[in-house]
Structure formats: structure tokens, C-alpha cells
């Protein structure tokens, strides 16, 4: 007897087989019943009727409740009505392993809060398969575009010696080396990586304590890095707008079904192709300024101003070359106008913000050794970093791009913390 997934029965109609799953729903009439279940590739409705099944067959089904495990024979039909075009006339059912009545999860609205604590059983929804068979789509999607453009993949460490962005570390203690710091990036390797092999990408998980109980803040997220040798911020930028583009048309050509379940607008999405908006960051303050915001030159743009921005546009928006204060150490100065650096925020349309974050790197010994003290940073902890500025420095440039933002983007959501299936945040270590 075959065991075909759920996706797979099409291909069976007319033969008798046996399906594993999960009930997510029953009903009957006492005379004939209906027995949902989900193995995680799709849903098939089963029909039992009690006068053609034996006795101890239909004993089982009145013993079943939501969740339970089972194993459900019978000869599949199409059925345009069902779900899926198909049914199974059930001839046999299999108690595998039997769910408590008392099931947290019930056909109602529950809360924020009681959903997450019951993440470990919010998984099993429709919605929250739609999303995880995106994110899916999004990691692979990734890969492909890089691997086809001929980037190595390296994996660079999570523990490490103080390094990387502004934002706050999680530290432990590593035996006689003082303390680790779960890495906020691994762009710094990845530049090492990118003198060793000309272009690469990491992709990893990627730590931040931030005190921000935001809907665009995890603690613990994963980032795509790729790093290119004698990248400019302009190629960069052209780089960022191909793979995005990549990304959310490769969601909408192979998770059409999916997008339908998470009731996404589609036609903003399709409206994401090259080339996307540039705006200076001068440009984005006056622009802001004459919308009543009161960011001034020299800050970092808050969420609020991303989503007055990106409100003009129907396309992801660049806004560049920020001035240094508000940005990380490492970014290249802009021989233009050297109060600022050569780098881009992405913004996302529809006001789901920054995406990306990138730059030209400094390639000056000097000016990136003075960068680094003016930040008061380690310096002990950065000697490696400054060696790629003594030994053969190189114009290279690259980018990160946040996969639960560019996830909840595509697929629409309100907070980030669907977008992954364990979230981590200020508030939440469990399940
Ligand atoms: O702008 P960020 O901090 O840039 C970097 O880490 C650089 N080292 C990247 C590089 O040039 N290689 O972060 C990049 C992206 C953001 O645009 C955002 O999408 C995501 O990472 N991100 C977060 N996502 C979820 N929760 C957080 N706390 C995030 N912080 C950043
Ligand atoms: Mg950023």
C-alpha cells in the first residue's frame, strides 16, 4: 500500500491509498462523516458512511478529536467541490496518536500574546504555512541568485570578539578569552572573504539587543551579506535592486496560492523592477522637512520618516549617502561631500521600511584606523579588519538585507514576528 502526501493524491484518483496526517476538523451527521485532515503538503476531506465501513472503523472515528495523528485509507475521487478537487471514500482509519480534548488552540480569535506562547501548535494554520512556504521560496530564491552569478557562500562565525554594528551586544564568557559577542553581522568577514575570493555571501542568524519592542525588531534575525571586490556604491545599489526584484517575483510566480491565503495585494509587488527610486539623504530631509517632520541633517531616519518617504513612491526607495555621524564606522567617505559616506538604506513601499542596509567600504589605512578611534571602538579587537587596508586594499562593497523584513513585506504582515517560526524578542525565549 503507497503512502502518498496530500499534494501527491491527484496523481492516485481511482486507487486506494493510505494518507497520514493530522484531523483538523470533523463532522457528521451520524449516519455519514467527514474527517479533514492536513499532513502539511495540503488537506483532503475524508468520507465515511457508517452503513459501508465496518463497525470498528466508525467506533474510531467517533473517537476522534482535533490533532489527533491517523492513517486514513481509501479510494480517492476527484470532487470539484472539496478542497483541492479530490476526496477519499474512506474504507479504514488508524489512530496513531490521540490529542487531548483540552487542545489550546480552537476555532476562535484568540490573542497576540497566547498565540506565541502557543507558537509550537500556531505552526499547524493555514496562514502560518503560507508564510513559512514563502520565507522557503525567499531563502532558496537567494541562493539561486547568487549561485548564478558565480558568489561562494561562506559561513562566518556567530561567536566573536567585539565587533560589528551599534546596536547592543549579547555577550557570554569564553573560557580563558574574556567574553564572546553573538555576531550582529558577518560583513567584516565577509570582506576578508571577499580579498580571498572576489564575491561572496553569508547567511546566518545575526544577534541585536536592542530595547525595541517594535514590529521590525527581532533579537535574534537572519541577514544575507553579500560582499564584491571592486564593487562601487553604485554597482551595490544595482545589486541590491536585481536581487530584490529577484526575490519578490520569484514569490510571486511560485507562491501565488500562498499569497491568496495571506489575502496579499499582489499589484504593488509586481510593481517592484529595476530601476528603483535614488534620493540623496539631503534630498529625503527637505523632502521630510516640507511633510512637518523635524529630523534634521544629520540624523538617522526613524520609522516614521521612512514611511513618509516611500508614501510618494510605488517602488522600493534608496535613499543615499547618509552623513557619517549617523552611520557605522566602515563606511567609505564620500569624496563628494565628506561629511557623508557612501551608503544606502533600502526602504521598502507600502511603509514596511528599511530592508537593507549598505555601503562602500573604507579602503583607507588611515581613515578607517581615525574612524575607528573616533568611535572609541576596540581597536585590539579590529586589527585583522585594518590588515585587509595594509595588504593589497581594494575598492569592495556589499550590502545585508533582512530576511524576516523582506518576508513580512512580501507576504504583507503587520509585525515581524510571523515571519519567523521561532521568534525571538525582548519579551520571548519560548517556546
Ligand atoms: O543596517 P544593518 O544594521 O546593516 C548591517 O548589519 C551591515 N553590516 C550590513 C552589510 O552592509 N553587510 O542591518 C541590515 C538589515 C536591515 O536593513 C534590516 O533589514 C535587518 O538587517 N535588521 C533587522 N531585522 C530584524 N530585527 C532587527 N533587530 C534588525 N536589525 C537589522
Ligand atoms: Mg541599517
Redesign the pocket.
Known sequence: MSTPRIDELKQHVGRSVTVRGWVTHLRSSGKIAFVILRDGTGQIQGVLAKTQIAPEVWERFTALTTETSVAMTGEVHAEERSPGGIEMAVTNLEIIGASSLDYPIQPKEHGIDFLLDHRHFWLRSPRQRAIARVRNEVEQAIHDFFYARGFLRVDTPILTAAIG?R?GLFSTEYFDEGNAYLA??G?LY?EAAAAAFGRIYTFGP?F?A?K?KTR????E?W?I?P?VAWNDSDDNMRLQEDFVSYLVRRALDRCADDLVVLERDTAPLERVVPPFVRLDYGDAISLLHRKGSATAWGDDLGAEDESLIVADYDKPVFVMNYPREAK?FYMKENPADPRTVLCD?LLAPEGYG??????QREDDYDRLLARIRAEKLPEAAYDWYLDLRRYGTFVHS?????L??TVAWICGLPH?REAIAFPRLMNRLRP
Not at 354 to 359: L, T, V
Not at 398 to 402: E, N
Open positions: 554594528e546596536s550582529q553581522t560583513q565577509g545575526t541585536r536592542e525595541s521590525r525588531h527581532l533579537t534575525f541577514m551579506e560582499e557605522a538604506d528599511e530592508i537593507i542596509g549598505g555601503s556589499g550590502f545585508g538585507l533582512g524576516e523584513r515581524l
